[in-house]
Each structure stands twice: as structure tokens, then as C-alpha cells.
């Protein structure tokens, strides 16, 4: 082939770099390895996983929940995983559909006209959501909630941090768990959106339709952001409640807990934002013959059009992820979503009755809540749960002192449908035992 | 061939403008919307709102383009054609009767003396090609 | 072949629907365990006010079977890596490794939770910490952070870092009469979009008749003394290396500002130069370009950052750092731009990673550097006779060709683009870069052999010929899908992004959903 193109060495194709930055010996790179090394090695370093072995009630923004043995299967259809960003409609029906069947589905889920084709989580999509709040209103205050998402809050504060936009924090109620109206008292005509979790990061449930009042009298936009997606199978959705956008981390939905990634943001909103919205879009559309298929739309919002007037940089997003979520949807169906739901609520609850008869143990929050809830410890949480993990081999939850040193006792259970009634006894035998 | 009529006065951003009475209306033209391919979308100002000289008003998108659109003459919106919402492609079958864009009052009608007759209009663009 | 044959328009693969109109009421594709705990009645536990009403109307009710059939089928309307070469210019489609998903699927890693102590998530971390002195080592640049989930993800968090260390070194006044970016008018929509974010506003620096930035007048903007930067991709968008990087360091530097590269093209670089040699200061790469983890229709991706030492404070908390043999995770870096994603990024994806460095190894490495570019040079000789080639440069791993020859019989470069498809290719890069008219940009990578470049060579002529000879056959491409072109200003004008069940009898069926 050299020969052909008339280059006389292999060295000679990299003629147009300068010498002095060409590299004269090889990377300090390992050498290549075989697939049987490759794999003991892997191997090797996931058995000092030793977390990943464990019952676990972690939650906390990523959660165990079954998949059906099909979603893996059919999102490893090289025809999916390798295929690219469906540019090119008429070879990239499948994914397209896939995608439309995605928005549908997040649609009716939260209760909302339009959803994207996806964010990278729920992090950037509740920042993109604040973005968003800002061009639409073009006002530059936003108030959140102190019940988000630590992490989740973290994120809002680097992407807003050149953007003109002054974050404010609303207090939760510290006997209910939650965010009372009152707490958004703040509010002016200068603030763009309340921001609120819920299930929140306690696990409790927001008075969603009361804070969307609030938001609405002021001119203001409500965002409610949940992380813990398999509550949209129980929980009268945001849209119902009246939100002007909703986020979420879409995991929960057949998405492997992976060490936190890939995971998936959704992001919906009203048809009045249509143009307004970040990240892709896909519509119908016909051919000249009249058949019906789909295509990336109103794509005069995005990067690669407008540049820096974009409503979002997003370009690669969370394709096959949000496939996953679709297949997992459609496959646990409309009846399949509730049933889980019910099954996280009603297993939590029993947790959470259980634990509460431990005299070490009491449960702060009088708040509703629908699979997690904080635990307050007659002792320090840290050393508690590393002993639970250690001597019963179980992760009893998240210590909130990684978040707030002023809470050095408190951690937070996730119980999903995933735990058996023994592990869940097991976890109130060995949390009574170590707070004797 | 782009259309150029001329009874009307040319931008060299690619609107037109005519005069009635105090009134402007101003729209983009032939050739623009034919550079523009199938318009989609045309986002247009709110009543009232004021504008100098070269000020964007707005902004016509296609389906792979998306172009700022700018007032040759300073002014203040009496009127928007608020059907472009519903049939944007107006723009494209009809730039210079049912595709207007705004009307305006204008502040200082001597601007429009300053804007290319029909025939300067049509160098420009010859000339851009 | 008889003529008795009729065509068959109802098959059902094509004519599979959308999950929705499948649906049957009482279908289930689940199983659960029965509930068992004790059981509180529903109100007891969750406010009636807060319960959903709607039991998810309009939610699918399918089989698995259903599921199962309704996936495959669709997914065979799709073009994918696996049945042939995807000549996208700066997508780097280059083989998607099975080894690599075995990887990512091993149960001690994708059943581990974020926030497990770091104690006992080590294998984790180490994953994480090899793989950044990886990419340390083959972008020459120390500093890392695998947060960021995509390119445009990296890019943001690496202008955010220019910022962050300009208001450190200048302080806030000073930074703020520096709010210049210079962005190549070649660039990637995704720069000046990322450039935004950080409150830069964009000035766009030209190049010269050869392609490359015009030093002139980067001096003239530099002068100016308000450039924070300039974003660079290198090998640029045409595919060819920027010789006078290091004069272009230089020049920045000297004016005060950070020189940012866009690591899109980093498949004609790896063990061959390095950003980091290059007097480059920050650079994000593609995790799912120059290291092969899969596009997935659409991501995840991963946008690694990188930096040299003095921007490692900058860079996003937390840090995954080793004392020893231990892994953990620092959370002590108050200069930090703070965090751009929950937990610690695209996680599978560094796995799938960290694989493809391990299976290459240094000698690996090299081999698909050379082989991309070879591949890409082989294709530009043999398409020159019968297109346009803008640039005489020696292109790197990809290249760029205009639709000029073809365009004067009335045929572009998206007819050229939609008849390939009928020659079964994915199209390539079309309409990019912005700099050139009717762009294709060309990059076969390395996971292509001399016989599928050689048939990819043999369409593209025979579509210059038909273009002379049959306009109409290019004009209306594709001829072989199972839909043709579709209409994109309709659907844009009148949007419809969801699926509706039918209104009620006598009322409109499936409207429109936005607009």
C-alpha cells in the first residue's frame, strides 16, 4: 500500500510532524496482553470489590434494582452498541425509534409533554435545567433546595459559576424531612426557578403541587429533579403536580449500578419550552412515498448549528443507556413498573417499622417517604456500618456524615425490591446488636 | 433568478423594507430565503419593543441553519405576522406579500434613504456569489 | 429470476410499529417474586395525595417475546460497526472489541455502588488510577480527570480550568478584560459552545489558503492582550497536523493566554507525538474515538481532561490519587472548578478503556496510528482523480474532499453521501468542516482492511461517473432503504416528539405534540 501512495516508509507518513516532537522510543505503556491474561488481571482487581459482593441498601442516586436477562441481550445487538448518532435516518431507523419510544416513555412518566433523547445523568441534566430556567425566564436567581442531592448540587454550582446565576439554598424542615413552602419565602421577580428533589435526598416526599405554586405566583419555573426513577411507578408525577421541567437519573431502570456510570439523564418539559430545550430530539416523519420513520429534529438548538448561542454544548449523550432504560420500561410494562414500586414501598416500610423498634434507632423524619429514609443511630454511623459491614457481611447504608459532619450519627437505608425479607431482617438483627 | 421588485429597498443583510406612511415593513428576501433552504422556524420580537440601526430582531431557521435577522432602520414594533408561527414556509412561497415579518414605526424615516434601491441590491448579491 | 414474483410490501420486519401500537391490554413480559413482607395497605404508608392516579395509561403492555421481536427487528434498520466500515471524519469508528464488553460486565465491577466505602471499591479505583497514568503518559500531560462523561463534557471542564487559572494568577479584575477565546473557524460546534459556558465570548481565527492557522493573524488577536485562549484541534478538522504548534504555543503564551486542544483526532497521534510535548496545556480526549469504547447510537461517552502540572489544582473533585498501594479518593482541592458529573464519570467506559490499552499494548498502540493514517492516505490517492481535494497537505488520519466537480452537473455532496448508502457504506462527515464547501471528511481508521478500502474507492468513482452519467440515480438516493429520504422541514415545522394514544371517538387522532 505504501508503495501505491507513493510514501516510502511507514516512518514517512508522519512527515508533516516536526522531528524534535516525534517520539523516538515507545510509550511506557505495558505490552499487549492476551485475552486470557487480560481477564485474570480484571478479574484479579474485581475481587478487592469487595463491596460489590455484599447485601447492600445503598442508595443515594444509584440504585440495585433487577434488569430482565433480555436488556442485556438486546442492547448488545452489534446493530445498537456499535452503531453511531443517527445522522444518517434512513440507516439509523432502529436507533431512532428506539429513541422516539424513549421520549414517549419518559413523557409519560413524568407527566410532561417533551423529553430529549437524553442527558448524561441526573446531575448535568438538573444544571442544564437551571441553564434552562435562566433563557427562559431571563431571570438570574435560582433558589434549591439544601434536600438535593449533595452531588447533585455540586454540579448546579460549576455550571452556573460563569453563567451570571446566583444559587440560593432553601432549609428543609428538620422534623418533617422536607422543604416547606416557607422555606422559598426568598422568592422575587428576579428568580428564575425553585429547584427541588423529590423522593429528596432523605428520601422524603415534597409537596410538589404547593411548591409549583409558589414558583408560578412569582413568574418563577418549578424544577423538580429524582433520582430515584422507580418512584414515577408509584408517585403522582411532577407534570400532574404542575412542574415547568423535570429531571431524573433514569438507572433504576435496568442501568447497572457500575461504580456510577453510565447512567442516564431524562429531562422533560412543556411543548411551550420546545425550543428552549437542551440536548437531541427525535421526531416522526414521512418520505416521499409516505412511510413513516424518524429523524433528529429542531436541530437549529443544538452546537453544531448554532454554536455559541446553543441551548446546551451536549453532543454525544447517553444513546445506548437510554435504549436500556426503553427495553427495561417495555419490558416490565405498565403493570410491571407499579408492581415494583409497591414492592420498594412496601419493603422500606417494613424496614423502616422494624428499625424504628431498636432502641439504638430512630428515624428523624416524620415526612412520607417511598424507599429510603434516614436512620439516626444511638451511635457514630461510620464505624457502625463499617462493623455491620465487616461482621455481617451487609452495607447498611450511606453515614451522611460523608456530606455534613454536623450529622456524625445519621446514615441513610435504600431498601429496593432486590432485598429478601431475611436480608432485611438480618440488617435490623445486626443494627440491634450493635447498638445494644 | 432571485425575484427583486422594485418599489422596495434592499439590505445588505438580505431584508427588504417598504414604506406606508410612517410605517415600515420589513421581511427578508428572494435570494435570502432561497440561501435559507425550507423554512421552519421564525422568531420574532413582542410588540413594542424598540430597536436601533442593525439591531437583530430576530433570527429564520431552516432545518440545518439558523440566521440572525437584522432591522435596517431603527424603529418600534406596531405589528407582528404572527401566522409564521403556524405556516413558516410563507417565507419561502411568498418573501415579499404573506411572509412579512414586522412593522414598525419608524424613528427616523431619513434612514431609509441610506438602504440599496433594487438595482444596487441585486450587484450585491451578484457580487457575493 | 421468475417474474411471477410479487413484491411483498407487508412483511413485517419493515413494517414492525412503534412498542405503543403493540400493545395489548393484560400483556406482561415480568416476573416478580411474590411481596414478602408484611403488607400495609397502600394509604397507610403513602399519602393518598401523593400516590399516582393515572395507573401509567398508555404505558406499553408487551410479551417478552414481543420485546424481544420488536428490538431485533428494528435493530436490523440500522447500520452498524460490525457490517462494514463508518468513513465519519473525526467519529474514529474504529472496532468496538467483545473482549472489552466481557470487561465491563464482570460482576465485581458492575454490581459495585458509587458510594462503597473506598476500602473495600479498590479494585475500582485502581481501574481509575491506571488508566489515568495511561493517558498521562500518551498525552504527555500529568494532571487527569475521568469525570467528565463526553467530549463536549472534557471540553467544558477544561476551559472552565483556563478560567479558573487566569482569575488564580491575575485576579478577578484583571481576568475579567481577559474574556477572549480564539476559536479556529474549522472548529467543532461543541468549542465555541463549551467556550460560553465559561463566560469567554468567541473570536473566530482564520487559516491560511493551506488549511492551517494563519499566524498572522493569531499575533494580531493575541495583541490585543484580552485572550484567555485558543481551542485547537490537532490534526485539525481537514485532517492535517499543525506544524507550527509549538510557534503557536508560543505565541499564546507569550500574550498571556492557555492553548487548548480538542483530542478528537488523537488517533494519528498516539505513540507518535504528544499534546503535551507540544506545548498544549489542557486537551480532552474520546474514550469513545481514539480508544474504541462503542457510540451506542448516540454515547456514553467519556471526555477525559488533561492538563499539564500547574492546572492539576483546577482540575474536579474528587481525585483518585495512590499512597502506596492504596487507592482513594481526595477531596481536598479548594482551587478546583468543582464537580461536572455525580460520582466519577463514565465508569464502564474506562473500564472498556483501560482494556483496549492493556490489549494493545505500546506496540499495539503504534501499529493502529499507522495504520489509520495509511488507511486515510490510501483513500485520499485513490478518490483524487475523481474528486475535488481542497488542500494539497499531506492528510493524517482523515481527509477532506469537496463536492466542486460534482456540484456543476447539479449533485452534492448529501446525494453523493445518500447513494453510498446504496453501496452499502455508511455515509461519511458531510456539510463538515464549516470552512469548506460540500465538505467530506474521510477517516477509515485502522479497522479497516486494503480490500473493504479498495470497494469503498470503487463506490465512490462509480458514484462520480454516475453523477455525470444518471444525475437522477444520485439525486434521489437511496434507492436500497427501507425508506427514503425523509421530510425534514415538515417535521421540524410541526413537531411531533412522542408517541399519543388515539383521542377519544370523534375527536382527532395522533396529533401534533409541540409547535
Same mark, same amino acid.
Given at each position: 500500500?505504501?508503495?501505491?501512495?507513493?510514501?516510502?516508509?511507514?516512518?514517512?507518513?508522519?512527515?508533516?510532524?516536526?522531528?524534535?516532537?516525534?517520539?523516538?522510543?515507545?510509550?511506557?505503556?505495558?505490552?499487549?496482553?492476551?485475552?486470557?491474561?487480560?481477564?485474570?488481571?480484571?478479574?484479579?482487581?474485581?475481587?478487592?470489590?469487595?463491596?460489590?459482593?455484599?447485601?447492600?441498601?445503598?442508595?443515594?442516586?444509584?440504585?440495585?434494582?433487577?434488569?430482565?436477562?433480555?436488556?442485556?441481550?438486546?442492547?448488545?445487538?452489534?446493530?445498537?452498541?456499535?452503531?453511531?448518532?443517527?445522522?444518517?435516518?434512513?440507516?439509523?431507523?432502529?436507533?431512532?425509534?428506539?429513541?422516539?419510544?424513549?421520549?414517549?416513555?419518559?413523557?409519560?412518566?413524568?407527566?410532561?409533554?417533551?423529553?430529549?433523547?437524553?442527558?448524561?445523568?441526573?446531575?448535568?441534566?438538573?444544571?442544564?435545567?437551571?441553564?434552562?430556567?435562566?433563557?427562559?425566564?431571563?431571570?438570574?436567581?435560582?433558589?434549591?433546595?439544601?434536600?438535593?442531592?449533595?452531588?447533585?448540587?455540586?454540579?448546579?454550582?460549576?455550571?452556573?459559576?460563569?453563567?451570571?446565576?446566583?444559587?440560593?439554598?432553601?432549609?428543609?424542615?428538620?422534623?418533617? !424531612?422536607?422543604?416547606?413552602?416557607?422555606?422559598?419565602?426568598?422568592?422575587?421577580?428576579?428568580?428564575?426557578?425553585?429547584?427541588?428533589?423529590?423522593?429528596?435526598?432523605?428520601?422524603?416526599?415534597?409537596?410538589?403541587?404547593?411548591?409549583?405554586?409558589?414558583?408560578?405566583?412569582?413568574?418563577?419555573?418549578?424544577?423538580?429533579?429524582?433520582?430515584?426513577?422507580?418512584?414515577?411507578?408509584?408517585?403522582?408525577?411532577?407534570? /400532574?403536580?404542575?412542574?415547568?421541567?423535570?429531571?431524573?437519573?433514569?438507572?433504576?431502570?435496568?442501568?447497572?449500578?457500575?461504580? !456510577?456510570?453510565?447512567?442516564?439523564?431524562?429531562?422533560?418539559?412543556?411543548?411551550?419550552?420546545?425550543?428552549?430545550?437542551?440536548?437531541?430530539?427525535?421526531?416522526?416523519?414521512?418520505?416521499?412515498?409516505?412511510?413513516?420513520?424518524?429523524?433528529?429534529?429542531?436541530?437549529?438548538?443544538?452546537?453544531?448549528?448554532?454554536?455559541?448561542?446553543?441551548?446546551?454544548?451536549? =453532543?454525544?449523550?447517553?444513546?445506548?443507556?437510554?435504549?436500556?432504560?426503553?427495553?427495561?420500561?417495555?419490558?416490565?410494562?405498565?403493570?410491571?413498573?407499579?408492581?415494583?414500586?409497591?414492592?420498594?414501598?412496601?419493603?422500606?416500610?417494613?424496614?423502616?417499622?422494624?428499625?424504628?423498634?431498636?432502641?439504638?434507632?430512630?428515624?428523624?423524619?416524620?415526612?412520607?417517604?417511598?424507599?429510603?429514609?434516614?436512620?439516626?443511630?444511638?451511635?457514630?454511623?461510620?464505624?457502625?456500618?463499617?462493623?455491620?459491614?465487616?461482621?455481617?457481611?451487609?452495607?447498611?447504608?450511606?453515614?451522611?456524615?460523608?456530606?455534613?459532619?454536623?450529622?456524625?450519627?445519621?446514615?441513610?437505608?435504600?431498601?429496593?425490591?432486590?432485598?429478601?425479607?431475611?436480608?432485611?431482617?438480618?440488617?435490623?438483627?445486626?443494627?440491634?446488636?450493635?447498638?445494644? | 433568478?432571485?425575484?427583486?421588485?422594485?418599489?422596495?429597498?434592499?439590505?445588505?443583510?438580505?431584508?427588504?423594507?417598504?414604506?406606508?406612511?410612517?410605517?415600515?415593513?420589513?421581511?427578508?428576501?428572494?435570494?435570502?430565503?432561497?440561501?435559507?433552504?425550507?423554512?421552519?422556524?421564525?422568531?420574532?420580537?413582542?410588540?413594542?419593543?424598540?430597536?436601533?440601526?442593525?439591531?437583530?430582531?430576530?433570527?429564520?431557521?431552516?432545518?440545518?441553519?439558523?440566521?440572525?435577522?437584522?432591522?435596517?432602520?431603527?424603529?418600534?414594533?406596531?405589528?407582528?405576522?404572527?401566522?409564521?408561527?403556524?405556516?413558516?414556509?410563507?417565507?419561502?412561497?411568498?418573501?415579499?406579500?404573506?411572509?412579512?415579518?414586522?412593522?414598525?414605526?419608524?424613528?427616523?424615516?431619513?434612514?431609509?434613504?441610506?438602504?440599496?434601491?433594487?438595482?444596487?441590491?441585486?450587484?450585491?448579491?451578484?457580487?457575493?456569489? | 429470476?421468475?417474474?411471477?414474483?410479487?413484491?411483498?410490501?407487508?412483511?413485517?420486519?419493515?413494517?414492525?410499529?412503534?412498542?405503543?401500537?403493540?400493545?395489548?391490554?393484560?400483556?406482561?413480559?415480568?416476573?416478580?417474586?411474590?411481596?414478602?413482607?408484611?403488607?400495609?395497605?397502600?394509604?397507610?404508608?403513602?399519602?393518598?395525595?401523593?400516590?399516582?392516579?393515572?395507573?401509567?395509561?398508555?404505558?406499553?403492555?408487551?410479551?417478552?417475546?414481543?420485546?424481544?421481536?420488536?428490538?431485533?427487528?428494528?435493530?436490523?434498520?440500522?447500520?452498524?460497526?460490525?457490517?462494514?466500515?463508518?468513513?465519519?471524519?473525526?467519529?474514529?469508528?474504529?472496532?468496538?472489541?467483545?473482549?472489552?464488553?466481557?470487561?465491563?460486565?464482570?460482576?465485581?465491577?458492575?454490581?459495585?455502588?458509587?458510594?462503597?466505602?473506598?476500602?473495600?471499591?479498590?479494585?475500582?479505583?485502581?481501574?481509575?488510577?491506571?488508566?489515568?497514568?495511561?493517558?498521562?503518559?500518551?498525552?504527555?500531560?500529568?494532571?487527569?480527570?475521568?469525570?467528565?462523561?463526553?467530549?463536549?463534557?472534557?471540553?467544558?471542564?477544561?476551559?472552565?480550568?483556563?478560567?479558573?487559572?487566569?482569575?488564580?494568577?491575575?485576579?478577578?479584575?484583571?481576568?475579567?478584560?481577559?474574556?477572549?477565546?480564539?476559536?479556529?473557524?474549522?472548529?467543532?460546534?461543541?468549542?465555541?459552545?463549551?467556550?460560553?459556558?465559561?463566560?469567554?465570548?468567541?473570536?473566530?481565527?482564520?487559516?491560511?489558503?493551506?488549511?492551517?492557522?494563519?499566524?498572522?493573524?493569531?499575533?494580531?488577536?493575541?495583541?490585543?492582550?484580552?485572550?484567555?485562549?485558543?481551542?485547537?484541534?490537532?490534526?485539525?478538522?481537514?485532517?492535517?497536523?499543525?506544524?507550527?504548534?509549538?510557534?503557536?504555543?508560543?505565541?499564546?503564551?507569550?500574550?498571556?493566554?492557555?492553548?487548548?486542544?480538542?483530542?478528537?483526532?488523537?488517533?494519528?497521534?498516539? !505513540?507518535?507525538?504528544?499534546?503535551?510535548?507540544?506545548?498544549?496545556?489542557?486537551?480532552?480526549?474520546?474514550?469513545?474515538?481514539?480508544?474504541?469504547?462503542?457510540?451506542?447510537?448516540?454515547?456514553?461517552?467519556?471526555?477525559?481532561?488533561? =492538563?499539564?502540572?500547574?492546572?492539576?489544582?483546577?482540575?474536579?473533585?474528587?481525585?483518585?490519587?495512590?499512597?502506596?498501594?492504596?487507592?482513594?479518593?481526595?477531596?481536598?482541592?479548594?482551587?478546583?472548578?468543582?464537580?461536572?458529573?455525580?460520582?466519577?464519570?463514565?465508569?464502564?467506559?474506562?473500564?472498556?478503556?483501560?482494556?483496549?490499552?492493556?490489549?494493545?499494548?505500546?506496540?499495539?498502540?503504534?501499529? /493502529?496510528?499507522?495504520?489509520?493514517?495509511?488507511?486515510?492516505?490510501?483513500?485520499?490517492?485513490?478518490?483524487?482523480?475523481?474528486?475535488?481535494?481542497?488542500?494539497?497537505?499531506?492528510?493524517?488520519?482523515?481527509?477532506?474532499?469537496?463536492?466542486?466537480?460534482?456540484?456543476?452537473?447539479?449533485?452534492?455532496?448529501?446525494?453523493?453521501?445518500?447513494?453510498?448508502?446504496?453501496?452499502?457504506?455508511?455515509?461519511?462527515?458531510?456539510?463538515?468542516?464549516?470552512?469548506?464547501?460540500?465538505?467530506?471528511?474521510?477517516?477509515?481508521?485502522?479497522?479497516?482492511?486494503?480490500?473493504?478500502?479498495?470497494?469503498?474507492?470503487?463506490?465512490?468513482?462509480?458514484?462520480?461517473?454516475?453523477?455525470?452519467?444518471?444525475?437522477?440515480?444520485?439525486?434521489? /438516493?437511496?434507492?436500497?432503504?427501507?425508506?427514503?429520504?425523509?421530510?425534514?422541514?415538515?417535521?421540524?415545522?410541526?413537531?411531533?416528539?412522542?408517541?399519543?394514544?388515539?383521542?377519544?371517538?370523534?375527536?382527532?387522532?395522533?396529533?401534533?405534540?409541540?409547535?
Amino acid at each position: 500500500m505504501l508503495a501505491e501512495i507513493g510514501v516510502a516508509s511507514t516512518e514517512k507518513l508522519f512527515d508533516s510532524i516536526p522531528e524534535n516532537l516525534r517520539l523516538h522510543g515507545h510509550l511506557n505503556v505495558p505490552a499487549a496482553m492476551s485475552e486470557l491474561e487480560l481477564l485474570n488481571r480484571f478479574e484479579e482487581m474485581g475481587t478487592r470489590n469487595q463491596a460489590a459482593q455484599r447485601t447492600s441498601f445503598l442508595g443515594g442516586g444509584a440504585y440495585s434494582h433487577y434488569s430482565p436477562t433480555i436488556v442485556d441481550h438486546l442492547i448488545s445487538r452489534s446493530e445498537f452498541f456499535t452503531a453511531y448518532t443517527p445522522y444518517q435516518p434512513e440507516i439509523s431507523q432502529g436507533t431512532l425509534q428506539a429513541i422516539f419510544e424513549f421520549q414517549t416513555l419518559v413523557c409519560q412518566l413524568t407527566g410532561m409533554d417533551i423529553a430529549n433523547a437524553s442527558m448524561y445523568d441526573g446531575s448535568t441534566a438538573m444544571a442544564e435545567a437551571v441553564l434552562m430556567a435562566e433563557r427562559v425566564t431571563r431571570r438570574r436567581k435560582v433558589i434549591v433546595s439544601s434536600a438535593v442531592h449533595p452531588q447533585y448540587l455540586e454540579v448546579a454550582h460549576t455550571y452556573v459559576q460563569h453563567a451570571g446565576i446566583e444559587l440560593q439554598t432553601a432549609d428543609i424542615d428538620p422534623a418533617s !424531612g422536607q422543604t416547606p413552602a416557607s422555606a422559598f419565602d426568598a422568592i422575587d421577580d428576579q428568580t428564575a426557578a425553585i429547584v427541588i428533589q423529590s423522593p429528596n435526598f432523605f428520601g422524603c416526599l415534597e409537596d410538589i403541587a404547593a411548591l409549583a405554586d409558589k414558583a408560578h405566583e412569582a413568574g418563577a419555573l418549578l424544577v423538580v429533579t429524582v433520582t430515584e426513577a422507580m418512584s414515577f411507578g408509584l408517585l403522582k408525577s411532577p407534570g /400532574a403536580c404542575g412542574a415547568d421541567i423535570v429531571v431524573a437519573e433514569g438507572q433504576s431502570f435496568g442501568v447497572p449500578l457500575s461504580y !456510577g456510570g453510565p447512567y442516564v439523564g431524562l429531562f422533560a418539559t412543556r411543548d411551550k419550552y420546545a425550543r428552549q430545550i437542551p440536548g437531541r430530539l427525535v421526531g416522526e416523519a414521512y418520505d416521499q412515498q409516505g412511510r413513516r420513520g424518524f429523524v433528529l429534529t429542531l436541530a437549529t438548538r443544538e452546537q453544531h448549528i448554532r454554536r455559541e448561542k446553543a441551548t446546551s454544548n451536549i =453532543c454525544t449523550n447517553e444513546g445506548l443507556i437510554a435504549l436500556c432504560a426503553t427495553i427495561y420500561l417495555e419490558t416490565m410494562g405498565r403493570h410491571g413498573i407499579q408492581d415494583v414500586a409497591k414492592q420498594c414501598a412496601q419493603k422500606a416500610h417494613y424496614a423502616a417499622r422494624e428499625i424504628g423498634k431498636i432502641s439504638g434507632c430512630s428515624l428523624p423524619y416524620s415526612g412520607p417517604f417511598f424507599n429510603e429514609f434516614v436512620v439516626r443511630a444511638s451511635t457514630e454511623a461510620v464505624p457502625l456500618l463499617d462493623k455491620l459491614a465487616r461482621e455481617k457481611g451487609i452495607d447498611g447504608g450511606i453515614a451522611l456524615s460523608r456530606f455534613d459532619a454536623n450529622r456524625p450519627n445519621d446514615f441513610l437505608v435504600c431498601v429496593t425490591e432486590t432485598n429478601t425479607r431475611a436480608q432485611i431482617d438480618g440488617l435490623v438483627e445486626g443494627l440491634r446488636a450493635l447498638t445494644r | 433568478m432571485a425575484n427583486v421588485p422594485d418599489n422596495l429597498h434592499y439590505s445588505k443583510d438580505h431584508e427588504w423594507l417598504r414604506v406606508e406612511g410612517d410605517t415600515a415593513v420589513i421581511g427578508i428576501t428572494d435570494h435570502a430565503q432561497e440561501q435559507l433552504g425550507d423554512v421552519v422556524y421564525v422568531e420574532l420580537p413582542r410588540e413594542g419593543e424598540e430597536f436601533i440601526a442593525h439591531d437583530s430582531f430576530g433570527s429564520v431557521e431552516s432545518v440545518k441553519a439558523v440566521s440572525e435577522i437584522f432591522t435596517p432602520i431603527a424603529g418600534k414594533i406596531s405589528e407582528t405576522n404572527d401566522s409564521l408561527n403556524d405556516e413558516p414556509e410563507k417565507v419561502n412561497k411568498d418573501p415579499y406579500g404573506d411572509g412579512w415579518m414586522i412593522k414598525m414605526k419608524m424613528t427616523n424615516p431619513g434612514e431609509v434613504d441610506s438602504m440599496l434601491t433594487a438595482a444596487e441590491y441585486e450587484d450585491f448579491t451578484k457580487a457575493e456569489e | 429470476m421468475s417474474s411471477n414474483i410479487t413484491k411483498v410490501t407487508t412483511h413485517i420486519n419493515p413494517n414492525e410499529q412503534l412498542i405503543f401500537e403493540r400493545s395489548q391490554e393484560g400483556r406482561a413480559g415480568y416476573s416478580l417474586p411474590p411481596l414478602d413482607v408484611d403488607e400495609s395497605s397502600l394509604d397507610e404508608i403513602i399519602p393518598s395525595e401523593f400516590q399516582r392516579d393515572d395507573d401509567l395509561a398508555g404505558m406499553p403492555e408487551v410479551t417478552e417475546v414481543d420485546v424481544v421481536r420488536h428490538f431485533t427487528r428494528i435493530s436490523t434498520w440500522n447500520y452498524s460497526i460490525d457490517q462494514g466500515m463508518y468513513p465519519l471524519g473525526s467519529c474514529t469508528m474504529k472496532y468496538n472489541s467483545r473482549l472489552n464488553e466481557k470487561v465491563a460486565r464482570i460482576a465485581n465491577f458492575a454490581n459495585l455502588h458509587p458510594l462503597a466505602s473506598e476500602a473495600e471499591s479498590q479494585g475500582a479505583l485502581q481501574v481509575i488510577y491506571e488508566l489515568q497514568q495511561h493517558l498521562a503518559e500518551i498525552t504527555g500531560l500529568p494532571g487527569i480527570s475521568l469525570q467528565p462523561a463526553a467530549g463536549a463534557h472534557g471540553e467544558m471542564t477544561g476551559i472552565m480550568i483556563v478560567r479558573a487559572f487566569i482569575d488564580a494568577r491575575d485576579g478577578k479584575e484583571a481576568s475579567a478584560r481577559r474574556r477572549t477565546m480564539l476559536i479556529p473557524d474549522s472548529a467543532h460546534g461543541t468549542n465555541p459552545a463549551s467556550a460560553h459556558l465559561s463566560g469567554f465570548t468567541v473570536k473566530t481565527i482564520r487559516s491560511t489558503a493551506a488549511g492551517l492557522t494563519d499566524l498572522d493573524h493569531l499575533r494580531e488577536l493575541c495583541a490585543h492582550g484580552d485572550v484567555a485562549g485558543l481551542m485547537l484541534t490537532n490534526p485539525n478538522t481537514l485532517g492535517m497536523f499543525e506544524k507550527n504548534i509549538q510557534e503557536i504555543c508560543r505565541i499564546v503564551h507569550d500574550a498571556g493566554g492557555l492553548v487548548y486542544m480538542d483530542g478528537a483526532n488523537m488517533n494519528a497521534l498516539v !505513540g507518535v507525538a504528544r499534546p503535551g510535548d507540544m506545548g498544549v496545556d489542557v486537551i480532552h480526549l474520546n474514550l469513545h474515538k481514539t480508544f474504541s469504547t462503542p457510540h451506542g447510537g448516540g454515547g456514553p461517552g467519556s471526555g477525559p481532561c488533561c =492538563c499539564v502540572k500547574e492546572l492539576e489544582p483546577f482540575l474536579p473533585v474528587p481525585r483518585v490519587v495512590r499512597t502506596d498501594e492504596v487507592y482513594a479518593l481526595d477531596f481536598n482541592c479548594p482551587q478546583s472548578i468543582g464537580r461536572v458529573k455525580a460520582f466519577f464519570g463514565n465508569y464502564g467506559m474506562m473500564l472498556r478503556a483501560l482494556a483496549y490499552i492493556l490489549t494493545h499494548g505500546f506496540d499495539g498502540l503504534l501499529e /493502529a496510528t499507522q495504520a489509520a493514517v495509511l488507511n486515510a492516505r490510501y483513500i485520499a490517492h485513490g478518490l483524487m482523480p475523481d474528486y475535488e481535494k481542497p488542500f494539497d497537505g499531506d492528510p493524517m488520519h482523515e481527509v477532506v474532499f469537496t463536492d466542486k466537480r460534482q456540484s456543476r452537473k447539479g449533485v452534492h455532496t448529501l446525494d453523493i453521501a445518500k447513494r453510498l448508502i446504496d453501496y452499502g457504506f455508511h455515509p461519511m462527515t458531510i456539510y463538515f468542516p464549516l470552512i469548506v464547501s460540500g465538505a467530506m471528511l474521510i477517516e477509515p481508521t485502522e479497522s479497516v482492511g486494503r480490500q473493504e478500502l479498495d470497494q469503498f474507492i470503487e463506490a465512490m468513482r462509480s458514484i462520480a461517473q454516475e453523477a455525470v452519467a444518471d444525475p437522477e440515480l444520485v439525486l434521489n /438516493a437511496p434507492h436500497t432503504t427501507r425508506i427514503g429520504r425523509l421530510d425534514e422541514a415538515a417535521a421540524a415545522r410541526k413537531p411531533v416528539l412522542r408517541w399519543k394514544p388515539a383521542a377519544a371517538p370523534g375527536a382527532a387522532a395522533t396529533g401534533s405534540s409541540a409547535g
